[in-house]
């Protein structure tokens, strides 16, 4: 009901919503590597947003709305991902990128948007998520942090690991990869960018479909013959 409602199943198949490079410029996300498995390593630069033009500009609809077009683009990277490695990858690894974090960020509007974000999507993208990696934390975020944490279902806290600016070591004993050697805020490409892109590249609507293993094809056609 909640996927036909926003409707998530079709917002690849149109251009992005309306303001949605609007919203990249204040939320910068995408995928910077890849763990050890092959799982994708994204990050959202929560920082870096310019609080009071994301909460003047995006309601919590529209937040909402641009959050489950990124999230689906990245299910479709998810979907691509899998095929090109030949084994099924639906989480993620994210990273939370605290630089230039301040009181700002604690504003109700802005706690009431990730609030929402995170209740929804904890609900209809379950087990989404391989572990959360929190990076450049501030101490202005020891009170925010006391916040979000109540949001959050205790075995989804307990992936939580908490790094300051010296990640890099922690990040490559927990067998991740950056796309740049540069850093995790270098070179990020935007969701909207790559799903336009894989969906030129391929058979968009047969990415929309997801991925199944060929030995699960196989069990369900022997059970079909049954």
């Not at 590597?33 to 799982?39: S, T």
């Not at 942090?145 to 307990?158: D, E, F, Q, S």
């Not at 968009?204 to 060929?214: C, V, W």
Request: proline residues 6%; aromatic residues 8%; contains cysteine.
């Amino acid at each position: 009901a909640w996927r036909k409602e926003h409707p998530a199943d079709s917002v690849l198949l149109a251009p992005p919503p309306a303001g949605h490079e609007l919203f990249e410029e204040c939320l910068r996300s995408g995928v910077i590597g890849e763990d050890r498995e092959g799982r994708p390593v994204v990050i959202d630069c929560i920082g870096r947003i310019p609080a009071a033009k994301l909460v003047s500009n995006f309601d919590e609809a529209a937040y909402m709305r641009h959050q489950i077009y990124n999230r689906e683009a990245l299910r479709l990277y998810s979907t691509a991902n899998s095929r090109k490695r030949g084994k099924r990858i639906y989480k993620a690894v994210g990273v939370l990128d605290l630089a230039g974090l301040s009181l700002a960020h604690s504003d109700p509007k802005i706690l009431s948007l990730l609030r929402a974000q995170n209740s929804a999507f904890g609900y209809n993208y379950p087990e989404s998520v391989q572990g959360m990696i929190i990076v450049n934390t501030p101490w202005v975020f020891r009170s925010i942090w006391a916040i979000v944490k109540g949001w959050l279902h205790p075995v989804t806290a307990a992936k939580v690991r908490i790094l300051g600016s010296d990640y890099h070591g922690a990040l490559a004993e927990m067998g991740i990869t950056l796309h740049s050697p540069k850093g995790i805020a270098d070179r990020i490409e935007p969701w909207s960018h790559i799903a336009q892109r894989l969906m030129r590249e391929g058979d968009g609507a047969e990415l929309l479909r997801g991925y199944m293993p060929a030995e699960d094809e196989e069990q369900l056609a022997r059970l079909a013959r049954r």
